[in-house]
């Protein structure tokens, strides 16, 4: 089964994300690729779900932030969209008060990972809003910086509603947030699809089982143990783990515990509790400049040392 590539739309309410959407929905159907659309909305009641044409699988999580307080239900519907239909992407329209991070962890659910492939992070920005974010409260001027800095794709919308000199100076203000992050600056949301996505095309082998994709700002490393691991070793293993790691989640043996273990780790804090299933052990890691090769490698060993010392 090929992995489905997932592209997560995000940026502040009103910079455009819906117009974006539709145009890029446009141009993938003209290309017959067969996508679907998750749209998150903060209310109770959807705005935007009329703006889907009727022939792309469309779900909808209505009334909380995709990366917080239903993050479960994100998990769900995207199994049930790969279950149900041959796709080649889904894109994810987040809340403009979402996380990139946040969405991107959502989706790495270890039941899920080796099923979807993250292929962008696409951040719209409303150019006005951007020169007054100073403005708004401490916590949202953080997120919408948040917002530019975890992006692959950064699209300056609105920019008819700037002068140049200003656009120059936001440009300038993008790169030193993001500074490897594309600055594509327009109109009306109007891109051409191929310089949105910049998909790197992988073929089969190596590569796309660790899903090591070049382009991407934050990237993510899906290893599968076949073994149990020492629980001292993996905890050595842990303290290793650079403030660029900013999640790790999966499902994990100990030897000589029957148990499998549901692990997450966050901001440098591990916590792993009974799962009461009999799971593949799978970690997911998600942070900026993982060198995949060193990772491959230092799991490999800790497995290997693991055996060892269990005989």
Not at 158 to 166: L, P, R, T, V
Request: glycine share 4%; net charge negative; proline share 4%.
């Amino acid at each position: 089964m090929k992995s489905v590539e997932i592209f997560i739309l995000a940026g502040f309410l009103g910079a455009g994300k819906t117009t974006l959407l539709q145009r890029i929905l446009e141009e993938e159907q003209e290309k017959d690729r067969k996508i679907a659309v998750i749209m998150n909305e903060m209310g109770k009641i959807s705005i935007d779900s009329d703006s889907i044409p009727e022939n792309i699988p469309f779900k909808e999580l209505l009334n909380g932030c995709v990366c917080c307080t239903i993050s479960d239900k994100l998990e769900i519907q995207l199994s049930e969209l790969i279950n149900q239909y041959e796709l080649d992407a889904i894109y994810i329209e987040a809340t403009g008060v979402a996380h990139p991070v946040e969405v991107l962890d959502t989706c790495l659910s270890p039941l899920l990972a080796d099923k979807l492939r993250i292929q962008a992070i696409i951040t719209l920005l409303d150019a006005t809003c951007w020169m007054n974010r100073h403005k708004f409260k401490i916590p949202l001027q953080k997120l919408i910086t948040e917002q530019v800095k975890h992006a692959d794709t950064i699209i300056l919308n609105k920019i008819d509603q700037i002068s140049e000199a200003s656009q120059t100076v936001i440009e300038n203000e993008l790169q030193i947030i993001n500074p490897t992050g594309k600055i594509i600056p327009t109109r009306f949301s109007k891109v051409n699809l191929s310089t949105v996505q910049h998909i790197k095309r992988i073929g089969q082998g190596e590569h796309e089982k660790t899903h090591a994709i070049d382009h991407l700002h934050i990237k993510t490393y899906v290893h599968t143990f076949s073994h149990p691991i020492n629980e001292k070793l993996f905890e050595d293993f842990l303290r290793t783990m650079p403030e660029s790691v900013y999640r790790i989640k999966g499902y994990i043996c100990f030897t000589g515990k029957p148990e499998t273990f549901l692990f997450q780790y966050a901001y440098g804090m591990p916590l792993h509790t009974k799962s009461g299933l009999k799971m593949n052990m799978i970690l997911v890691f998600i942070g900026d400049g993982l060198n995949h090769s060193n990772l491959q490698k230092t799991l490999n060993d800790l497995e290997e040392n693991s055996l060892s010392l269990a005989h």
